[in-house]
């Protein structure tokens, strides 16, 4: 009897590790790695500045990504000496872009307005994702980035999806997967996302490279600084009127 009670417990220690974890304790543990819900929730507004390299153009630009509750974003970037701005105010996704010849405001349509959605949402698609209408299911385990990862797929309210891929070790995301539209045209994209650093108790990516799935390089962005429950008029994040000369 106990030598068979010592076999099965072999058998127990040795299957342990292969046994992944449900989407509940995934989930938990990443809400921990991330500073904890109740401190997420805290969060009124974010405020974060840095730069971005123009992938295959050695081309620097400044960026400014400014959130807000309840559903509140504005992302101004400097290219070329010319600023740009696209912006959500909760209800209408807008941009200015002078680099198309067109200084004045103009609304972003839905199927190109998902990434200021997310900007958007403070704590991501997978704090409250229940609440907010998407759905995360939990894929088993993959290595990614030289490393075991939990791969999650979450479906967004919007019907699109995205892979989510936690390290096994820390749960904090390091790969991210799904698709965008991108000047009318559908494009595969991969976001690997590091240099994780403490900011008031939230650990928050500081470096994020974002390119078309399978390309050698894309547009690489380093965070400076980040700024949490800074003072952001809601004006900030409502389509101006256009200019009298646009109107005409």
């Known amino acids: 009897m106990l030598k068979k009670l010592a ?21 938990n543990n990443y809400y921990e790695a991330i500073g904890g ?16 390299m123009m992938g295959g153009m050695g081309i620097e630009a400044p960026f400014t990504v400014m959130a807000k509750r309840p559903n509140m974003a504005r992302i101004e970037f400097v290219f070329q000496g010319i600023t740009g701005v696209q912006a959500y105010d909760g209800e ?29 949402d403070v704590d991501g698609p997978l704090v409250g994702w229940e609440e907010s ?3 995360v ?44 539209q991108v000047q009318g045209r559908t494009v595969e994209f991969e976001t690997i996302v590091s240099d994780y650093k403490d900011v008031g108790g939230l650990m928050i990516a500081h470096s994020i490279e974002a390119r078309p799935k399978g390309a ?27 200019s009298e000369e646009g109107q005409q």
Not at 8 to 25: G, K, S, T, Y
Not at 101 to 117: F, I, K, S
């Open 216 to 242: 050698p390089a894309g547009q690489a962005v380093t965070i400076d600084l980040v700024e949490l429950n800074v003072e952001l008029a809601d004006s900030l994040f409502v389509m101006p009127e256009k």
């Open 137 to 180: 299911e939990l894929l088993g385990m993959e290595e990614t980035e030289g490393t075991q990862a939990y791969k999650l797929k979450v479906t967004m309210k919007s019907g699109s999806i995205q892979y989510y891929y936690l390290d096994s070790e820390y749960f904090i995301p390091i790969r991210m997967e799904g698709v965008r």
């Open 92 to 120: 209408t996704a807008w941009q200015v872009m002078p680099f198309t010849g067109n200084t004045d405001p103009e609304e972003v349509p839905d199927d190109q307005a998902e990434d200021l959605w997310e900007t958007a």
């Open 7 to 27: 076999a099965l417990a072999v058998v127990a220690v040795l299957a342990a590790p292969a046994q992944a974890q449900d989407l509940d304790e995934v989930l």
């Open 37 to 52: 819900l109740e401190a997420w929730q805290a969060v009124q507004s974010m405020k974060m500045t840095g730069k971005m």
């Open 133 to 135: 209408g998407h759905a």
